[in-house]
């Protein structure tokens, strides 16, 4: 077989573009990367080598598609080229302009598109590229004005004037089209000017059109903007294909084919693949290098293919590239964004924590007040549940049945305080948390910003629906009608509120995965309900569990309330009827009287203050991200 796909065989075999040229500083150098994972199987153990001795470069201005079937390791490639391998053994060497790469400003110099465009479905395009540029931008580099021109330049560049004002969008609210959403996702990496941009699979989704314009953009910003680009695609069309620079052709983690574009048609004709007129290169590549299960014949005989076009390229390999010492990348490789004068070892400038919270703040409550579902939904439960519990205990008077029913209406109060927050806030608290994380890989802003910005926006957001459910309830059920006793009450209620939201955001924040969260913080409250004081005196309760009363805001909430509302109340009690005459053997039959009022609000408010520092602890631990750096 012939090694002979120069000159003649590249431009007979292909109709492309002649090949741009090369000679941009070599941005990223892999050599010899090996991965590997553990898998199980019953019992037995075995490893899986997913990538196997991979070698490349990509060079300051060209773009490289990752292009290979499904499982063919290209997401795998992308990760360990980008810093986001977690788990396994990851070997070889990666080389950042010429040096090892220090995380920090490796992940502040390069950018990662991501599949699942993550975004905030309530922002129109405009204001997420804006955020996205306060909190990426560093101040000591952008001002204000500055930082909203480089918005500006992103969406002409993009060509997204049309959808400049139109929100993001998601199942539940129409909003920009996905080739559109693609490409503001694509804006927000942007921003900062990267030197070296992934994507993956960043016309997953799209029709033809919009696949071919995302690509001829990510082409033509990376050429004016000397970006180095890689992405993986599944099978591009003939169009699309014949953009790239350079094409990795990946089978089983290894590689087939790594060179020119223009010169892939050619060097598999060379050993003896011959791509039909009129076929899609991509397809016919995909289709060679794809295992046939069809049958065991079939398996066998693609296996051996997959064998001889690995060992082919092994032996060709050094032909197709240039000689890497050509043109190696100095530290200060040219580049032309604002970034240039940053060092490769310079750590990540950040901007100071009160800019970032303001930032991150502000775009809560948009967020919040536009989610218009949200807001209506919690007001409307609490004027429901209002009117409800207020005539189910309608104008509670001073008799013996009184008596339990003003037990309960706090009971209900303090559990209402809970539960309509907690779920649907922790919704809200996912999705921004995973937004979060995506933004954080790119060393974006510190995690306590975050946190403490969600706390200060939910915590308003929650009293604002409680306020009414307190008021309506307090009034219709007519308890103690003393404005002192309403007023405390009022705040021993946003105390068991400000606890609530201590809550989700600590479960939120310790629990990953959605599901589990769901399942776990109902699962909670229940103890806390269980535990709250009304159901079980707490001194009769086993000493095994009696403990739990200790971390329970519910009963710090209810005893204080309780006290509130009996301490000066007297019954009227009917002759043989079981009856407390006043309200301080309530108090004492039900213990509630350990702690006085002021005592049980401290203590709520310190369970509180816990759940919050446990809850960032979690965050940054949970959120911190585990990858493998070479
Ligand atoms: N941590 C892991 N543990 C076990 N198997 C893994 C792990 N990571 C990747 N794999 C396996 O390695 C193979 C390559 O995965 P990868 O996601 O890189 O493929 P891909 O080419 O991007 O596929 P697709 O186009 O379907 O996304 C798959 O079979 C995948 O199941």
């Given at each position: 077989?012939?090694?002979?796909?120069?000159?003649?065989?590249?431009?007979?075999?292909?109709?492309?573009?002649?090949?741009?040229?090369?000679?941009?500083?070599?941005?990223?150098?892999?050599?010899?990367?090996?991965?590997?994972?553990?898998?199980?199987?019953?019992?037995?153990?075995?490893?899986?080598?997913?990538?196997?001795?991979?070698?490349?470069?990509?060079?300051a201005g060209e773009v490289i598609a990752l292009i290979g079937s499904s499982g063919a390791g290209k997401t795998t490639l992308l990760n360990a080229l980008s810093g986001r391998i977690v788990g396994g053994e990851l070997s070889g060497s990666i080389l950042f302009h010429g040096a090892k790469r220090n995380p920090g400003s490796f992940k502040r110099l390069t950018a990662y598109v991501q599949q699942d465009d993550l975004m905030h479905p309530l922002l129109t395009v405009h204001e997420t590229l804006t955020y996205a540029s306060r909190l990426r931008l560093p101040n000591k580099q952008y001002n204000a004005k500055q930082k909203a021109e480089r918005v500006d330049t992103v969406i002409r560049q993009l060509r997204l004037e049309a959808a400049r004002n139109t929100p993001i969008g998601d199942a539940a609210t129409r909003g920009v089209s996905g080739g559109e959403r693609k490409r503001v996702s694509i804006g927000t990496e942007l921003l900062t000017d990267p030197r070296l941009l992934f994507l993956d699979e960043p016309t997953?989704?799209?029709?033809?059109?919009?696949?071919?314009?995302?690509?001829?953009?990510?082409?033509?910003?990376?050429?004016?903007q000397?970006?180095?680009?890689?992405?993986?695609?599944?099978?591009?069309?003939?169009?699309?294909?014949?953009?790239?620079?350079?094409?990795i052709l990946l089978s089983q983690g290894q590689l087939i084919y790594f060179g020119p574009t223009s010169a892939s048609i050619g060097y598999f004709a060379s050993i003896g693949y011959e791509c039909p007129v009129?076929?899609?290169?991509?397809?016919y590549f995909v289709d060679l290098m794809t295992l046939d299960y069809r049958s065991e014949e079939a398996l066998t005989q693609s296996k051996q293919q997959v064998s001889t076009l690995v060992e082919r390229f092994a032996e060709h390999a050094g032909q197709l590239q240039p000689p890497s010492s050509e043109k190696q990348a100095s530290p200060a490789g040219s580049h032309s964004g604002s970034n240039v004068a940053l060092r490769l070892d310079e750590p990540v400038p950040r901007n100071n924590w009160l800019y970032e919270y303001s930032t991150l703040a502000r775009r809560d409550w948009i967020n919040a007040l536009r989610n218009i579902p949200f807001m209506v939904g919690q007001i409307a439960q609490a004027v429901v549940m209002a009117l409800l519990i207020g005539f189910m205990f309608f104008h509670l008077k001073h008799d013996a049945l009184s008596i339990n029913n003003r037990l309960g209406v706090i009971f209900i109060i303090v559990v209402n305080a809970t539960f309509p927050i907690v779920m649907p806030m922790l919704t809200l608290y996912y999705l921004e948390r995973n937004i979060m994380v995506r933004e954080r890989s790119s060393a974006t802003f510190r995690v306590s910003s975050f946190f403490v910005s969600k706390l200060t926006s939910y915590i308003p957001i929650a009293l604002i629906a409680n306020t009414v459910f307190f008021i309506g309830v307090y009034f219709i059920s007519h308890l103690v009608f003393d404005a002192g006793k309403f007023f405390i009450g009022l705040a021993l209620f946003y105390c068991i509120t400000a606890a609530s939201v201590a809550f989700l955001l600590l479960v939120g924040s310790a629990v990953k995965s959605v599901e589990f969260g769901f399942v776990i913080a109902p699962f909670v409250l229940t103890i806390w309900l269980l535990f709250g004081g009304l159901f079980a005196n707490p001194h009769t309760i086993t000493p095994v569990l009696r403990w739990i009363r200790w971390v329970n805001p519910f009963q710090y909430a209810f005893s204080a309330l309780v006290q509130n509302e009996f301490r000066t109340l007297e019954f009227v009690c009917k002759a043989g009827e079981l009856c407390y005459n006043n309200g301080a053997e309530v108090i004492a039959a039900y213990s509630v009287g350990r702690f006085t009022i002021w005592q049980d609000a401290l203590l709520t408010l310190m369970i509180t203050f816990v759940y919050i520092i446990l809850g960032y602890a979690l965050l940054r631990w949970t959120a911190k991200p585990k990858t493998i750096w070479l």
């Open positions: 077989m012939s090694a002979n796909f120069d000159e003649e065989a590249m431009t007979e075999g292909s109709n492309s573009p002649p090949a741009p040229s090369l000679n941009g500083d070599v941005v990223l150098k892999w050599d010899n990367l090996n991965y590997q994972v553990k898998t199980k199987s019953g019992k037995q153990t075995s490893v899986r080598h997913i990538l196997q001795n991979i070698s490349g470069e990509v060079r997953s989704g799209l029709d033809s059109n919009s696949s071919e314009m995302v690509v001829e953009l990510v082409k033509k910003i990376s050429v004016e000397n970006t180095a680009t890689i992405m993986t695609i599944h099978q591009p069309n003939a169009r699309i294909f014949n953009i790239f620079d350079k094409v009129h076929e899609n290169p991509a397809d």
